[in-house]
């Protein structure tokens, strides 16, 4: 058991212990979520935040916070994946400058690899590593032709499912250059079978997802309609997983620079959160809640979770 998931599952059996009120209304679901805590307003430093203030509801019955932890610090790690969309094409070399810039800056705590979607799967250039040299030499033009990746979420599916790590203490934090378009579903289909699957995978591997949209240049097939259907499908997957989605209107951006300052500024600045909730049945994703009594911060919080049995979840 890890060093995160012991602490769930010693302070879920403890609640239980010393709370029988709560125990009889069978609050045997255990879960655990990254929470993002930023300043209300822009430029103002970001406050802590006590976890008597965190309230939460798991499909909408009201949970019990058993863990309120911030993620800073050395001994904090992160595994995180640039999935990089494999039919972006050279267009995608306007921003290979940031994306390097990005990779040599990673933290210590950080170990990094860079995947590329392909034929319906997360094709890695190289293991995790915290080395950047050693993770830029996997950096290279996406080569495919448009929509040789199938569909984002098919590979995003693939990630969750297959991702290269068994260290469930760190956290798995991942970052999607795509258009979000899918190949498969090309109008706007709030219930398209390969989004909520990418959703439930990423759940239950407990990712953290950001997108930035990007769409290559030349496509045939380019529409705004198609446009605006990719950007709201990643963000159905962000807002599901907690992470973010980063775009400029329906056109590319002129630099990722920002965005990726955004997102060192978000992984500094994460809590774990753990809970019991009640579990009527089989282990499922529920949906979730996460509200602070603070105004001067705000949350980025996944809209869904995995809630496992207690003394399982943590494994």
């Known amino acids: 058991m890890n060093r995160l998931g012991s602490i769930t599952s010693i302070a879920a059996v403890a609640l239980m212990m010393t709370a029988p009120a709560l125990a009889r209304k069978n609050l ?8 993002t805590v930023l300043p209300a307003h822009a430029g103002d430093a970001v406050a802590p935040v006590a976890a008597q203030s965190v309230k939460i509801k798991v499909s909408g019955r009201s949970s019990g916070v058993i863990n309120w932890t911030p993620l800073r610090g050395p001994n904090n790690r992160v595994e995180l994946v640039l999935l990089i969309d494999g039919s972006a094409r050279t267009s995608l070399g306007e921003q290979m400058g940031d994306i390097t810039g990005f990779i040599k800056e990673i933290p210590a705590n950080t170990s990094l ?27 290279h033009m996406p080569i495919g032709s448009a929509g040789s990746n199938g569909s984002p979420y098919i590979c995003l599916s693939d990630l969750a499912r297959h991702w290269p790590s068994q260290d469930r203490s760190a956290r798995r934090e991942v970052v999607m250059i795509s258009d979000g378009v899918d190949e498969y579903e090309m109008r706007y289909d709030p219930d398209d079978p390969y989004v909520h699957t990418a959703i439930n995978d990423s759940v239950r591997a407990g990712l953290v997802v950001y997108s930035i949209y990007w769409v290559s240049r030349g496509r045939a097939d380019q529409t705004t309609y198609e446009n605006n259907a990719g950007q709201n499908l990643l963000l159905a997957v962000t807002e599901a997983t907690g992470g973010n989605s980063y775009w400029e209107g329906i056109g ?12 060192r500024r978000r992984l500094r600045n994460q809590y774990l959160l753990g809970f019991v909730s009640r579990l009527d049945g089989k282990p499922e994703v529920e949906t979730l809640k996460v509200e602070v009594d603070d105004h ?4 980025s919080a996944p809209k869904q979770v995995f809630v496992d049995r207690a003394g399982v979840a943590a494994k």
Request: glycine fraction near 10%; avoid cysteine; hydrophobic fraction near 45%.
């Open 296 to 299: 001067s911060v705000k949350l």
């Open 252 to 263: 590319n951006p002129v630099s990722f620079s920002p965005y990726f300052e955004d997102l």
């Open 113 to 139: 690899a860079l995947a590329y979607m392909m034929n319906g799967s997360a094709q890695f250039a190289g293991p995790f590593s915290t080395d950047p040299a050693a993770v830029l030499r996997g950096l």
């Open 28 to 35: 045997d679901g255990v879960g655990r979520a990254i929470v």
